[in-house]
């Protein structure tokens, strides 16, 4: 039996070898704690399990569902962009269901890449940008990332043999894995550069809801000619907990939107109606718990940020996200660094560098981990250096 060829692309799962490091621990009867996954450790708040209770006692519910969304999911979809940023939608084209936003992000490649092409993505970031384009048989070009340019990907200096080629231009802010978040005027210029060259922007805005010290991220739909080239994945993953739920939205531009629909149709049949009802209860209801979270993840990341400070590490505050990016102490690669904390410490973080080439130097720390043991990782961490 022989395997495509691009599967054998595909960068080596970036927590495997951790993974491996911290069961081998675990098997010494040694107690590790992780600061690596992003993954919210509360439930989902309980009006939406509740709304789901009823839903999946809805017979109409258990068949098929729509294969776009269900038009009372894309409206609530399209409601939530005007209240929330003043976006206008329409549901019927300019909305488009997703079972998670990692499918719409590796699915969009489908509806925009042949092989052969170019995605631009940055040089530090989420995996699924470079890694749908190798499953189309296309090419990644990354795009340059550092602390003196906020972390803004530099869409500068991209070779012209490589934009005569690209399709897609990815970015994402508030960033996983940076905790940067974008200018008003970083937006206009990615929206000029794939009008000029002819791209689809895709903007992954997964942690739009979760940001701090008052800040409140936009949407770069807000953005003046936005439409025109852009399409915007949101998730409800992150904001209200529902990662294990797989749901999400895609919006924006009518032809990417139609595009991306069409490949979607051909290889899925939509999400469980029912969870798009109980998503609708979490885009309709109280929105307190999602300032309940916030409040949350901004104690730990103070917690944390203490901490790196009293072994010498500074970083700045992030103002969203759920992560703290960090630089390693001197002498350091992130690869030592990381592997020194899971074995004297017996805390698991993640290695920059496993994001790209550009993150060499980082560590990044998820909030994610119950407070009792965040504390105790704050304290064995301090302990240890
Ligand atoms: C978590 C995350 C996603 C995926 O979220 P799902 O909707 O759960 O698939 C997409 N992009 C980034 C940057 C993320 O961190």
Known sequence: MRTANNLNHLPPYLFAQIDAKRDALRAQGIE??????????????THIVDAMAEAIRNPANH???DYAGSLAYRSACAAWMQRRFGVELDPRTEVLALIGSKEGIAHIHTAFVNPGDYVLAPSIGYPVYSGGATLMHANTHFLRMRAETDWLAELADVPAEVLKKARILFI????????AIA????????????REHDLLLVHDNAYSEISFDGYVAPSILERPGAKDVCIEMFSLSKTYNMTGWRIAFACGNPTAVRALGTVKNNLDSGQFTAIQDAAIVALEGDQQCVADMCALYQRRRDLVLDALAAIGIECEAPKATIYVWAKVPEG????????????EAHVIVT???????????????????????LLEAVRRIKATL
């Open 172 to 179: 994402g802010y508030p960033n996983n894995p940076t905790g």
């Open 183 to 194: 200018t008003p005027e970083y937006f206009d210029e990615a929206i000029a550069f794939c």
């Open 351 to 373: 290695p920059g560098n496993g994001y790209g080439p550009d993150g060499e130097g980082y560590i990044r720390i998820s909030l994610t981990t119950p407070d009792d043991q």
């Open 32 to 45: 590790v704690i992780s600061l690596g996954i992003g993954d919210p450790d509360i439930p989902t708040p």
């Open 63 to 65: 068949q098929y569902p």
């Open 332 to 343: 350091y690669t992130s690869t030592d660094f990381t592997e020194k904390l899971l074995t």
